[in-house]
């Protein structure tokens, strides 16, 4: 058999240490076949579903083929919301940690400023959505000219959300030496249209067709009026009883609607949906990826990409008017190999939709009997319990790299004309610390902040506490991540 370690590809040492350190043994197959071909700047088309380990498999190479010495960004990842930004940056943010790679997320509804602060320091990959990218653009803060790597991630999702316009917008504004990567779940003729226009010579890659994700997971629905969702959703889940599930909902006012009832009969839940900030909601994502509550109720936002293993429910309270949409949200569940399960109420106006789904996946749902109440008493007992034992909480995704890092805080920035080479020059002058022990240095206004890595944090702290920095002591503390 074939080893599919990491080690037989050419990528660096300090890739190889946090790919190990991230915990990945063997390739995905969507890496096996996308690695190589990046590293050796082929254009590549991905048909690919979600959790197959496709970030990874354009951010390994993108990773090791950035020059850190360039300070202008190399590489653009265009994706269609912002959670997915934020996590697509995460990813980077691991996996390059110990070549120091720099990462900017744009995103709306952050503040622009900040994000033009960033993208002013040593960046090497900027991942955007595409509206606050144009804006970056048209107001001069994102500097295009050396980029070298561009992928649209989610391109299926980010057409159907209406974005093809801001995309060829951007695309005009690449270098046109570069490499593209696309990836999309489903391949419409749009998007074919957009690979012929802005690819040269694609390879496409296709791993496991949508079918055989679809097929790996049980699919049942229940017919239902209006009025009688509430009552069944509570049957069902108390007979399900599952470790974690994903209620969706098709509006925000529903979210909330879920939420306060579920809530109100003692559920471990908490919601998400576009109308909150997205500073909650990025706490509440954090939480349950975590395992802190077992119910999520949540509008599509939380539908796409987002990187939850583990999920053993999916629930559509409302049924998607999208087909598509129908695939991504049960794809939440039944990841990566594993089996999962997922159950859609269908009132009787959801008939088209029903059949578009079926149509689409190729396969009926099971459509199952109400369960009358005496039946979901039988299983009151298990779920109450369950109910009051706290999920497993699980470790962030960073965590072991965090443990060998030590991020410190410096009260000085660029107001006082801190600069990189200041606290390089300071932390090299300690004995047994070299600049390879240096990670990702960030100047603000009045603090930076400096990683220090391979458990060199205590040592660097201790004596910072006593040596200057730039001519001056400096008040330098612990950060934690
Ligand atoms: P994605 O398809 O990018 O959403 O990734 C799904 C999950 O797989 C993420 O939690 C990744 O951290 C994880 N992952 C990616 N590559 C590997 C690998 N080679 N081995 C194990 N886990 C991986």
């Known amino acids: 058999m074939k080893d599919k370690g990491f080690e037989n590809y050419k990528l660096s040492d300090e890739l190889l240490k946090s790919i190990?350190?991230?915990?990945?043994?063997?390739?995905?197959?969507?890496?096996?076949k996308v690695i190589p071909e990046l590293l050796?700047?082929?254009?590549?088309?991905?048909?690919?579903?979600?959790?197959?380990?496709k970030t990874a498999a354009y951010a390994i190479p993108i990773c090791q083929l950035v020059e850190w010495e360039d300070n202008k960004p190399q590489a653009l990842v265009l994706v269609p919301t912002r959670e997915l930004a934020i996590q697509v940056k995460e990813d980077f943010f691991?996996?390059?940690?110990?070549?120091?790679?720099?990462?900017?997320?744009?995103?709306?509804?952050?503040?622009?400023?900040?994000?033009?602060?960033?993208?002013?320091?040593?960046?090497?990959?900027?991942?955007?959505?595409?509206?606050?990218?144009i804006d970056h653009l048209e107001r001069g803060t994102l500097d295009t000219s050396s980029i070298k790597y561009l992928v649209i991630d989610e391109a299926d999702e980010m057409l159907s959300m209406g974005?093809?316009?801001?995309?060829?917008?951007?695309?005009?504004?690449?270098?046109?030496?570069?490499?593209?990567?696309l990836l999309s779940a489903t391949m419409a003729k749009d998007i074919e249209s957009l690979c012929s226009a802005y690819m040269k010579n694609p390879i496409f890659i296709e791993?496991?067709?949508?079918?055989?994700?679809?097929?790996?997971?049980?699919?049942?629905?229940?017919?239902?009026?209006e009025d009688g969702k509430l009552d069944l959703l509570k049957d069902i889940t108390v007979i399900e009883n599952p470790d974690s599930c994903i209620i969706f909902c098709n509006t925000k006012q529903r979210v909330d609607e879920v939420h306060k009832e579920l809530l109100s009969c003692g559920y471990s839940c908490e919601k998400i949906h576009g109308g909150m900030e997205q500073r909650d909601r990025l706490r509440v994502m954090e939480k349950f990826k975590q395992g802190y509550f077992r119910y999520l109720i949540?509008?599509?936002?939380?539908?796409?990409?987002?990187?939850?293993?583990?999920?053993?429910?999916?629930?559509?309270?409302?049924i998607p008017q999208d087909k598509e949409v129908y695939v991504h949200r049960i794809g939440r569940t039944g990841r990566r190999d594993r089996e999962g399960k997922a159950i859609t109420l269908i009132s009787e106006a959801d008939d088209r939709y029903l059949r578009d789904i079926t149509k689409y996946i190729g396969k009926e749902l099971t459509?199952?009997?109400?369960?009358?109440?005496?039946?979901?008493?039988g299983f009151k007992k298990a779920f109450l319990e369950k109910m009051r034992t706290s999920a497993l909480v699980k470790e962030a995704k960073g965590a072991p790299l965090n443990q060998e890092i030590m991020k410190l805080h410096i009260n000085a920035g660029k107001k006082t004309k801190m600069r990189a080479v200041d606290i390089v020059g300071t932390l090299c002058n300690i004995d047994g610390i070299t600049k390879d022990d240096i990670g990702i240095i960030n100047i603000l206004d009045i603090s930076t902040y400096v990683e220090i890595l391979n458990n060199k944090g205590e040592l660097a702290f201790q004596e910072l506490q006593r040596i200057n920095i730039k001519g001056r002591p400096r008040r330098v503390s612990k950060v934690d991540q």
């Open 94 to 133: 691991n996996l390059g940690r110990f070549k120091r790679i720099k990462v900017a997320a744009l995103y709306g509804k952050a503040p622009f400023e900040l994000q033009e602060k960033e993208l002013k320091q040593k960046t090497h990959v900027v991942v955007g959505t595409p509206g606050r990218t």
């Open 40 to 53: 050796a700047h082929k254009d590549i088309i991905v048909k690919s579903q979600t959790g197959s380990g």
């Open 207 to 225: 791993i496991a067709s949508q079918s055989t994700a679809v097929d790996r997971i049980l699919q049942e629905g229940y017919r239902v009026d």
């Open 20 to 32: 190990a350190m991230l915990g990945y043994k063997s390739l995905t197959n969507v890496q096996e």
């Open 367 to 377: 459509i199952k009997e109400k369960p009358d109440s005496s039946q979901a008493s």
């Open 163 to 181: 974005f093809l316009e801001q995309l060829e917008s951007i695309i005009s504004q690449l270098p046109k030496d570069r490499v593209t990567v």
């Open 298 to 318: 949540a509008t599509d936002v939380a539908a796409r990409g987002i990187d939850i293993d583990n999920i053993s429910l999916v629930v559509n309270y409302d």
